[in-house]
Nanobody, 125 residues
């Protein structure tokens, strides 16, 4: 069982930055692909970014590429999403998630087994 707790959301003006963090429980954190997803009101949950267990592979949705950076610290069981140049369309609840597969980054929501409770990000224009 893995428990995930996100933090770092908030209200920011367009062009600003936020840093989301996800703290994970469990001794096998480094085995998991960790992902960030988001869900805006009235829309389906969508993939944002993911990182492999050892941090060697990352993947980003086209909408955030070049603006967001994902990283992880396996010694601290944390994964971070640095979000720069934020846009109003980035407004959503952001979720941290864990995929138990090894060595492959997947973008489908149903591939991820464990989820956090989400943190709200609001970008004002």
């Amino acid at each position: 069982q893995v428990q995930l707790v996100e933090s770092g959301g908030g209200l920011v003006q367009a062009g600003g930055s936020l840093r989301l963090s996800c703290a994970a429980s469990g001794r096998t954190f480094s085995r998991y692909v960790m992902g960030w997803f988001r869900q805006a009101p009235g829309k389906e949950r969508e993939f944002v970014s993911a990182i492999s267990g050892n941090g060697g592979m990352t993947h980003y949705a086209d909408a955030v590429k070049g603006r967001f950076t994902i990283s992880r610290d396996n010694a601290k069981n944390t994964v971070t999403l640095q979000m720069n140049s934020l846009k109003p369309e980035d407004t959503a609840v952001y979720y941290c998630a864990a995929d138990l597969i090894f060595g492959v980054i997947r973008t489908r929501t149903d591939a991820y087994i464990y989820w956090g409770q989400g943190t709200q990000v609001t970008v004002s224009s």
